[in-house]
């Protein structure tokens, strides 16, 4: 579902990295050009067979320590429920997100509602409720699956 190139997303998210300050390793790099090639999200243990392509001594801490990476910097997104990772191609703008996962084909799609992320957090606050993450996500059938 990636309209841009996996050159170009590395290149945006690396040119983050510099202003940060912070490193984009070799295998952060390659754990990010994996994902760019996801239709959907990914679970930790296949992206890891996936980096053992490049990166053949990669163990499951490798993965996790990219990931935690990835998602520190908001290049990476947490599909709780399916405890799973995708790429977010929005990743210079701090935004809140509400993923619509497809319960058929495991397709996930960003949504990015401001009244939903500000509607929850007053109705946490009236509970004296402080938010510090929040996820918001909703299992159903996705377009493309519904016309076929
Ligand atoms: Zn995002
Ligand atoms: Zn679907």
């Known amino acids: 579902m990636q309209a841009e190139t996996t050159e170009h997303l590395i290149k945006r998210a690396e040119l983050m990295c510099q202003r ?5 390793t070799p295998t952060r790099r390659e754990v990010f050009a994996i994902l760019t090639k996801q239709d959907g999200a ?3 243990y296949d992206l890891l067979e996936l980096l053992k392509a490049e990166v053949p001594n ?4 490798t993965i996790y320590r990219a990931l935690e990476f990835l998602q520190t910097q908001g290049f990476v997104h947490k599909v709780s429920s399916a405890n799973s990772y995708v790429l ?3 990743f210079e ?4 997100v509400q993923m ?8 996930v799609q960003e949504i990015h509602s401001s009244g939903i992320h500000q509607e929850f957090i007053a109705q946490a606050e009236k509970q004296g409720f402080q938010v510090q993450h929040q996820m918001v996500e909703a299992v159903g059938i ?3 699956c519904n016309h076929s």
Do not use: D, T, Y
């Open 20 to 24: 940060r300050g912070v490193r984009m």
């Open 42 to 44: 990914i679970g930790a």
């Open 58 to 61: 990669a163990k499951p801490p």
């Open 88 to 90: 977010c191609s929005h």
């Open 93 to 96: 703008k701090h935004h809140p």
């Open 100 to 107: 619509l996962i497809c319960s058929l084909c495991g397709n």
């Open 142 to 144: 996705c377009e493309q």
